[in-house]
């Protein structure tokens, strides 16, 4: 019964009798019992079994797994198949139904599992038992994992068509139990949907998935998550009358009705092309439904047909403190807040997010108090539990209310005219952002004592500028604008080079003395220098005494007037990040490549804390001075 592996298929031969279009194998009857009696002489192992049907006691164990039980046509096989994910090196495995394409791993995708994708070890057993029963074991415990339950039917045998169903038949090749009956997580051409059945996405992890692919009562298809968000549907309603959903083979999903009647349906790109040979509709694991269709000349999948266009729409797309955007090559994953677990409270990184992002931050252990993180362009929503709540307000009552409000994490401003303002009062948050999207986020983050509050490079954060004045040092600020257009057109690296050299040279002077009467590190004296030369640039003076830095807070906190438009952003960062680098409290201080990143606009700086202290160097013998910035 054994013969070799058919590496040589032809698959539009197989593919005809697969849709039902008749052939006459009489004649090829004896050729293909001396083929396979010679194969079963020259092969010194099997591991492929073509048979029409199996009897009581056939099994395959993990322990050969490459050993597979093979439709007629050579278009499915039936065994051990590698789980999605192989983080668990103990349970990687599922038993059920496969391609049998070729070689290439890739395209042999599982169309159906047992136990909805049971994974067990290799050490385990599926059986068609003696009294009738398919059974998966695991054998060190002799624990049946999953049955049939189909002892009381007379099973006499068990056959995989060629169509991919697995079937359980009786006396006169009566079916009495059939694997289209309990899909997974794909639909077949032929094979059908009732109410309450589901498609649901494999999961990449140990966990189920959230995402299913649902017929409800009504006849409506829909996507949901989790059973508590819809964000897919075909919008109808019509009870009573739909008796199951159904693919066929020229790429047709339909609803058919209790008089066999389509009355909704859609098709594939290719639908009625003879060219693909073999369809299929799957629930993926990113949330979207798809029609696949078969290249034989390419010898590969192609997306026909898929629910969601956009796949940012889809529910938790990216997952946990995600956010999700679109590329010129579709859809792109990107963390909510980078390092938000570190930036704050010190606690160690925890990677929760299934697209690797970090947990967000435990508001309450905040060193300093909160902020809100604007995000133009952004539609945050909370996962667990995805309840958010609505409520009336402009955009910037919205961002008061949340910064305000001691549950509320976040906060979404609708700009499409509704008003709507949307509360979520849980840290499970993702959500999505685009040029096209009208809403306007707040994120409640902690107070960032390293002087930068905006993600990264992300375009749609935005941070409130401090104030700048032109007072009676007019000329100064002027001369500080030409110097700073100068350095940034001669580019950073001088700047960098320039820094360091400094840095050596203070640090090689002051090495001694400091050593013997300050804990501070020389790194953080570095970022204390660094401030002090910044602001001699914006002053133009190379002494720094108390009372110039008390005059340039002053004029940083006065309101602007029209006359001060042509100061440039780029003194205000400059000024904002050299009072955070001359905080006297070492642990307030950025680090150098926040600082850089800042000089070059890629991060945004926050207006320092109130009441800070300047303290231009104790060693030196000169007075500490305490300066208070205006809060407005």
């Not at 058919?6 to 009798?17: A, L, M, Q, S």
């Not at 048979?51 to 597979?68: A, H, N, Q, Y």
Request: charged share 20%; aromatic share 10%.
């Amino acid at each position: 019964m054994c013969v070799t592996r058919n590496k040589g298929v032809n698959y539009e031969k197989f593919i005809e009798h697969f849709q039902g279009k008749t052939r006459k194998f009489e004649r090829l009857s004896l050729a293909l019992a001396v083929f396979v009696f010679l194969g079963s002489v020259f092969c010194c192992f099997c591991i492929e079994v073509a048979m029409v049907s199996v009897p009581l006691g056939f099994e395959i164990s993990g322990f050969d797994r490459s050993r597979t039980w093979v439709s007629q046509n050579g278009v499915f096989a039936f065994g051990f198949l590698e789980s999605c994910s192989k983080e668990d090196e103990v349970d990687s495995f599922v038993v059920g139904i496969r391609y049998n394409l070729g070689d290439n791993g890739a395209v042999n995708v599982p169309v159906w599992s047992v136990g909805g994708g049971l994974r067990v070890s290799m050490n385990s057993t599926i059986r068609l038992s003696m009294d009738g029963r398919l059974i998966l074991l695991d054998n060190p415990s002799g624990v049946i994992v999953w049955s049939s339950d189909t002892s009381s039917l007379g099973i006499r045998k068990a056959s995989l068509l060629n169509n991919g169903n697995l079937v359980l038949v009786g006396i006169e090749d009566n079916v009495l139990w059939q694997s289209f009956n309990s899909p997974t997580s794909t639909l077949l051409p032929g094979q059908s949907l009732h109410f309450p059945q589901t498609l649901r996405a494999p999961s990449k992890k140990s966990t189920s998935s959230y995402y299913s692919f649902v017929i409800r009562h009504s006849g409506e298809l829909a996507l949901v998550w989790e059973n508590n968000v819809t964000y897919w549907s075909n919008h109808v309603n019509l009870l009573g009358s739909v008796k199951e959903a159904i693919l066929d083979g020229n790429g047709l999903l339909g609803l058919i009705d209790t008089s066999n009647k389509t009355v909704w349906s859609i098709s594939s790109k290719d639908f009625d092309e003879p060219s693909p040979t073999l369809r299929r509709l799957k629930m993926d694991s990113d949330g979207n439904l798809r029609i696949y269709s078969w290249n034989h000349v390419l010898h590969e999948w192609k997306v026909a047909w898929q629910a969601v266009e956009n796949q940012c729409d889809v529910f938790g797309s990216c997952g946990l403190y995600s956010l999700c955007g679109l590329n010129s090559s579709g859809a792109v994953c990107d963390c909510l807040y980078q390092d938000s677990v570190n930036w704050g409270t010190g606690l160690s990184t925890v990677d929760s997010g299934s697209s690797g992002c970090k947990k967000m931050v435990d508001l309450g252990n905040c060193k300093m108090n909160t902020s809100m993180m604007v995000m133009r362009q952004t539609f945050l929503y909370g996962l667990y539990p995805p309840q958010d709540v609505d409520i009336m307000l402009s955009e910037k009552a919205c961002k008061e209310y949340c910064s305000n409000d001691t549950t509320c994490i976040a906060a979404t401003s609708k700009n499409d005219g509704t008003g709507i303002c949307t509360i979520k009062r849980t840290s499970f948050i993702s959500g999505y952002g685009n040029p096209s999207v009208s809403a306007t986020s707040f994120l409640k983050v902690c107070l960032v004592p390293q002087a930068v509050s905006a993600r990264g490079a992300n375009p749609h954060v935005t941070a409130k500028p401090i104030p700048t004045t032109r007072g009676g040092d007019g000329k100064n600020f002027t001369a500080a604008i030409a110097l700073i257009v100068l350095v940034t057109a001669s580019g950073f690296l001088a700047i960098e080079m320039f820094v360091f050299w400094f840095m050596y040279r203070k640090r090689k002077i002051k090495a001694h003395e400091e050593a013997a009467s300050s804990s501070v590190s020389p790194s953080e004296r570095d970022i204390y220098m660094f401030g002090e030369m910044l602001l001699q640039i914006v002053t133009c003076k190379r002494d720094i005494l108390s009372e110039n830095l008390n005059h340039l807070v002053e004029k940083t906190n006065e309101e602007p007037n029209s006359e001060d438009s042509i100061i440039s952003e780029e003194v205000e960062r400059v000024v904002r990040i050299a009072l955070w680098c001359m905080q006297n409290q070492p642990f307030l201080r950025p680090s150098i490549g926040e600082v850089v990143k800042v000089l070059e606009g890629t991060l945004s700086v926050d207006r320092p804390p109130l009441g800070f202290a300047f303290r231009p160097d104790q060693m030196d013998g000169r007075v500490l001075t305490e300066v208070e910035v205006d809060s407005s």
